[in-house]
């Protein structure tokens, strides 16, 4: 069974930085796309970053691009997402989300309904 629990949520003011994990357990992360998803108070849910199944290759928003980092630890089986320079309009709850094929990629990594397994959330708050 799929599970996917996101770490590091938390305050941080405008500038700052903060690490985002996310522990997969029934898989390995490396086999699967893995995704960063957000989604702000009134606002639908955004791919925020998304790395490649096998590959590594990786994706990002605009938004974030420059900012952001997507990683992931085969051996510990975890997916990381590094902040830097935030913003107020970076807070949001963010999730991780996960499948083992996403066809396209490179044009869909986005879209939230390719992917099935998902986490609970971690609640990022950017204070200006």
């Known amino acids: 069974q799929v599970q996917l629990v996101e770490f590091g949520g938390g305050s941080v003011q405008a500038g700052g930085s903060r690490k985002l994990s996310c522990t997969a357990s029934?898989?390995?992360?490396?086999?699967?796309?893995m995704a960063w998803f957000r989604q702000a108070p009134g606002k639908e849910r955004e791919g925020v970053a998304c790395?490649?199944?096998?590959?590594?290759?990786?994706y990002y928003a605009g938004a974030v691009k420059g900012r952001f980092t997507i990683s992931q630890d085969n051996a510990k089986n975890i997916l990381y997402l590094q902040m830097n320079s935030l913003k107020p309009e970076d807070t949001a709850m963010y999730y991780c989300a996960a499948d083992a094929y996403v066809p396209s990629a490179n044009i869909v990594w986005s879209r939230q309904d390719r992917y099935r397994y998902w986490g609970q959330g971690t609640q990022v708050t950017v204070s200006s």
């Open positions: 029934g898989y390995s992360v490396g086999n699967y796309f």
């Open positions: 790395i490649g199944a096998n590959t590594g290759t990786t």
